[in-house]
């Protein structure tokens, strides 16, 4: 259903293509990398705060039942 909103079913191979190439022209090849290691930074530490939340309620819940 959201795939039908964002026209991707319908873009094809060519469609990825045209965009790879206009991020490429905008970027660089050099700014590429960059960009998706701090992304990647970013979801680690997204990650690591949402298991440290999920232990400190766990945590919470045990010290209830005490």
Do not use: H, R
Not at 40 to 53: C, L, P, Q, R
Request: cysteine-free.
């Amino acid at each position: 259903m959201m795939l039908d909103l964002l026209f991707v079913n319908k873009m094809g191979i060519w469609g990825f293509v045209l965009i790879l190439v206009i991020v490429l022209l905008l970027f660089g090849g050099k700014k590429i990398p960059e960009m998706m290691k701090g992304l990647g930074k970013g979801v680690k530490e997204f990650k690591d705060a949402s298991n440290e939340n999920k232990s400190n309620d766990t945590s919470s819940d045990e010290v209830e039942k005490k």
